[in-house]
């Protein structure tokens, strides 16, 4: 035994470690000799096990009843998409150096740094205290105790600031992320558009909860990246001092055979995240949708089929977490096993070193009981850090998969938007004209189909339309009408001819009125002049007097006193009636008094006597009215009509309206 030695270690352990370290041998050789076959039997099951898993991670999942994106085949993965996605947001969410974000990044590498010099300073501390207990020296121990309790006053006003700042990175990203989808889908018709791709899902919940995840994810990832990397700097520059550079070499050869072996077992969790995400929607949209259409489903006495719809959306949801769950466990299982137990075998090879492997460290000379203790100590406090940290370093993938399924998501909004947008603005330099002076409508042999381009509307529609010429168009219901409307707002595409309109998004040249009108959160008062703000309405000179006397042309005066004045707040879609609600469609008219006002029957809820002093206000006002109606009664308030003759006929005719 001594033969095989080194002089060290000989001189170190002399011959009472020389006999300690026989009877360990003895007792190994005794251990191994007499469990061999539960060992071999306990090695073949972990081996079968791992072949098993990797055998069984990526199997496909049963085929969902829900129709699937069209782009579902591209599986969200850490490859070059993932990486052009994630650098075009970084450039989102961290415009330039001079940035909030860049000032949180800095001072996060800077607790990263003190973090990791404090946790070398108390493995430290910690060695000299279990070298004071050897020595039995009273005052050495606690003047190290005291020192330990100082170091922990910076150390947790440190980790603390890590977490604040981490948290306040996270959020920072999100109101910059959130700012710029908000100004992509808040542009123009993109919102409107967007909404009837069928390549995308759950827009809803991609602008809000998988844009708060993917920040967490991403803060949280750097303070997961670079202090692994610094930690594994010094403490294996620490490391490498006590027991030289064989030390680490083993504890990194170890861990990059359990990263590649870790590599090759670890599902597709980009993907597995990203279908998460898009369940959790389609389960949260059930319920929303029920809200949505309560009174409707409570007529009909629908609430059994709603409650099959919903259980069968959760149920997927359960099933699919439930077999994402499981994957996460078991690789729980061999990261543990991999990153923590067998480390830690590792790490004791490592720390017995200046012992028993014939290390020639510096410290080696003249050391007694107590260094052997400090340095034990000492070096298993460094190898705990150094462990973490690598450990860190190899389930890091798992993280950056984890984020690119969130990546994928956002990065498909974004991608969605720029190409709605990007068509939008093509389709109008091609099909739509501003007229001079925002005073003419005009349809030029303009053909329009349904937006997919299945079923044809409108074949050669010619008309124009000047102030003052009130129009009413009319025809059964199905032959195109409101695609007229639609087309004129550039809500749909049109197959061909030339739609000359007013100035886009000025509401003082042409304001659409739908049948069912909108109504925002807010006060009785922003509902009178919704779009508008209380600022814009100001900056027009308009005041409460004048509201109160469009509200009493709408015949609706009585709503401020019966709803607590125009500061009250309510949910006025369930607070006003069918008819009320039309009318507050008409005061808007009335508040923005425009030069053409396309109303898409919203009045048909009114009754013909209060329709009619409707109308006549238009008129008075100087609003040019472009109605669809069925009621012959709205002649009288018009003078042109464009008559769509349906059963199969596609081309309206525009004509003067005859009132006899």
């Known amino acids: ?226 202090k692994p990397v610094v930690d594994i700097v010094l403490f294996t520059r620490k490391l490498t001092r006590s027991v030289g550079i064989q030390g680490p070499i083993m504890m ?127 070096n298993t406090q460094v190898l705990i850090n150094l462990a973490q940290a690598t450990g860190q370093i190899v389930l890091l993938y798992k993280k950056i998969t984890q984020l690119a399924g969130y990546t994928t998501r956002v990065g498909e909004l974004l991608e969605l938007f720029g190409s709605v947008s990007a068509s939008q603005n093509e389709m109008t330099s091609k099909f739509w004209q501003i007229s001079p002076d925002d005073a003419l409508v005009e349809f030029d042999k303009v053909e329009i189909d349904t937006p997919d381009g299945d079923i044809p509307l409108v074949r050669d529609l010619t008309m124009k339309i000047l102030p003052t010429m009130h129009t009413l168009i009319m025809g059964p219901n199905g032959s195109g009408k409101s695609s007229i409307f639609r087309t004129l707002n550039r809500m749909w595409p049109v197959k061909s001819g030339k739609i000359t309109r007013p100035t886009f998004g000025k509401r003082s040249a042409v304001m659409f009125v739908p049948q069912r009108p909108y109504f925002p959160l807010g006060s009785l008062r922003e509902q009178v002049i919704y779009p508008d703000e209380v600022a814009d309405m100001q900056r027009k000179g308009v005041t409460d007097d004048d509201l109160r006397n469009i509200l009493a042309d709408a015949e609706l005066a009585y709503l401020i006193e019966r709803e607590g004045g125009f500061d009250a707040v309510k949910d006025w879609v369930d607070v006003l009636s069918g008819g009320e609600k039309q009318r507050m469609g008409m005061a808007r008219i009335y508040y923005h008094k425009p030069t053409f006002a396309a109303l898409d029957e919203c009045t048909s809820a009114v009754s013909v006597d209060v329709e009619g002093r409707l109308y006549r206000k238009c008129k008075e006002l100087g609003v040019t009215m472009i109605t669809i109606s069925h009621r012959k009664q709205l002649k009288d308030y018009h003078d042109f009509v464009l008559n769509f003759p349906g059963e199969g006929n596609l081309v309206p005719t525009f004509s003067a309206l005859d009132k006899i």
């Open 1 to 226: 035994m001594e033969a095989q030695l080194s002089p060290f270690a000989a001189r170190l352990l002399g011959s009472r470690g020389l006999a300690l370290l026989r009877k360990s041998t003895a007792a190994l050789q005794n251990i191994w000799a007499n469990n061999r076959n539960t060992a071999l039997i306990v090695s073949a099951v972990g081996v079968g096990a791992a072949v098993y898993v990797s055998n069984n991670w990526n199997k496909e999942q049963p085929r969902q009843s829900n129709p699937q994106p069209a782009n579902a085949s591209r599986k969200p993965a850490v490859d070059a998409t993932f990486w052009r996605r994630i650098k075009h947001l970084m450039g989102v969410i961290i415009p330039s150096v001079k940035t909030v974000e860049v000032l949180y990044l800095v001072l996060l590498t800077v607790l990263l740094l003190a973090r990791t010099v404090l946790s070398i300073k108390v493995s430290d501390v910690m060695g000299l205290n279990a070298a004071s207990l050897v020595e039995m020296n009273k005052d050495k121990f606690i003047r190290g105790v005291v020192s330990l309790g100082l170091i922990a006053i910076p150390a947790s006003i440190v980790n603390s600031l890590l977490k604040f700042f981490t948290s306040m990175l996270a959020i920072r990203f999100r109101k910059r992320l959130s700012r710029h989808i908000h100004e992509k889908y808040l542009s123009d018709m993109t919102f409107y558009k967007a909404a009837d791709v069928e390549s995308i899902d759950n827009i809803d919940q991609r602008v809000t909860q998988d844009i708060e995840r993917f920040t967490s994810e991403l803060s949280s990832l750097y303070a997961t990246t670079f």
């Open 252 to 378: 990194y050869l170890y861990y990059i055979l359990s990263g590649f072996f870790l590599r090759r077992l670890l599902p597709n969790f980009a993907r597995m995240t990203a279908r998460t995400q898009q369940l959790e929607g389609n389960f949260r949209f059930h319920h929303s949708r029920l809200l949505m259409h309560a009174e409707e489903v409570a007529f009909y006495r629908g609430w059994e089929r709603e409650k099959v719809l919903i259980n069968d959306a959760f149920n997927k949801l359960y099933s699919h977490s439930s077999v994402l769950f499981w994957k996460q466990a078991l690789v729980g299982v061999f990261d543990a096993w991999l990153v923590k137990y067998g480390a830690t075998m590792v790490g004791y090879a490592v720390v017995a070193l200046p012992v028993f492997g014939g290390v020639s460290a510096p410290e080696a000379p003249g050391m007694n009981a107590a260094d052997i203790t400090r340095g034990y100590i000492r």
